[in-house]
C-alpha cells in the first residue's frame, strides 16, 4: 500500500475535491423538485464519488498489486545472472534502485533521475523521498545525453518514467542514445501506461499524463529501434521491450 498512500497525498486535494462536489450534488437534489433532474444530480454524484473509489482501486492494482516495481517476472526477457551493467532511469521517485541492489548485488548498477521533469518542485515528492529515499549513488541526466561509453550498458530499465520526456525530438534523442550505449543484443525495459480508454476510464483525465502506444513507436522506430515484445502487467500498463 506504500506508492497507493502517495498516490493519495499527491492527489489529496482533488480527491477531496471530488468528495464535496459529489456530496454537494447529492444534497443539492433535496431541494429540486423536478424529479428528472433530481435523477440526474443523484447520477453525476454517485459517478463522480465511484471515479475517486476506481482510481484508487486501479492504483492500488498498477503499483502495490503488481510487479511493475520489482520486476519479478521478467523470465525470457531479462537473465539477471547474465546482466552485468545495468542503468535504471527514473523522474524523481525511485522505489526500485535499493531492491535491484539488494537482490542482485554482483550488478553494476547507475541510477538516473530524468533532470527537470514536471515532478521535480512537486511538494509529495519531498514526501515520497522520505518514504524512498534517493539512491545515494544517484545522478542527474539529460534525457539526449546519456553519460555512458558507447556499447557499456545490458540494459537500461525505465518504470513509469520515459513519459517525462515531454517532447517528441527529445524522446528520439534519449533512444538514440540508449541505442548507442547499449551492448549488442541489449535492450530497453520501459513500464508505461497509455492514453487509451481503460486510463480514461479509471483516470479520467489523468490520462492526458501519459502517450498513446502510437506515439511510443513513433519516437522509438525513428531512433532506429524496434519493439520486441509488448507485454501487459496490468489492465493499465504495459511493459516494452525496445531493442534492435
Not at 132 to 149: G, Q, T, V
Not at 216 to 227: C, D, P, R, S, V
Request: aromatic share 10%; glycine share 4%.
Amino acid at each position: 500500500m506504500k506508492i497507493t498512500k502517495l498516490v493519495i497525498l499527491f492527489n489529496y486535494q482533488k480527491i477531496l475535491l471530488g468528495i464535496i462536489v459529489s456530496i454537494l450534488l447529492f444534497a443539492w437534489s433535496f431541494w429540486i423538485e423536478s424529479q428528472e433532474f433530481v435523477l440526474v444530480l443523484r447520477i453525476l454524484s454517485g459517478l463522480i464519488f465511484l471515479n475517486i473509489i476506481a482510481s484508487l482501486v486501479a492504483s492500488y492494482m498498477l503499483y502495490d498489486h503488481s510487479d511493475v516495481y520489482t520486476l519479478k517476472n521478467v523470465k525470457g526477457i531479462l537473465d539477471w545472472h547474465k546482466t552485468k551493467d545495468a542503468v535504471l532511469v527514473h523522474a524523481s521517485f525511485d522505489p526500485l534502485s535499493r531492491t535491484l541492489e539488494e537482490e542482485h548485488p554482483e550488478l553494476h548498477l547507475t541510477v538516473c533521475d530524468i533532470f527537470e521533469n514536471r515532478h521535480e518542485k512537486d511538494k509529495g515528492i519531498k514526501i515520497s523521498k522520505k518514504v524512498f529515499p534517493p539512491n545515494p549513488k544517484e545522478i542527474k541526466i539529460s534525457p539526449d545525453k546519456l553519460p555512458f561509453e558507447d556499447q557499456s550498458q545490458d540494459v537500461i530499465i525505465a518504470v513509469t518514467a520515459l513519459h517525462e520526456i515531454l517532447d517528441h525530438h527529445q524522446r528520439v534523442l534519449f533512444f538514440k542514445e540508449a541505442k548507442r550505449v547499449l551492448k549488442d543484443g541489449g535492450i530497453i525495459m520501459m513500464s508505461e501506461q497509455f492514453r487509451d480508454l481503460i486510463n480514461f476510464i479509471f483516470f479520467n483525465i489523468g490520462a492526458f499524463h501519459f502517450l498513446r502506444e502510437k506515439q511510443w513507436k513513433k519516437a522509438i522506430h525513428e531512433a532506429g529501434l524496434k519493439i520486441i515484445k509488448n507485454k501487459k502487467i496490468t489492465p493499465f500498463a504495459n511493459m516494452l521491450v525496445v531493442g534492435e
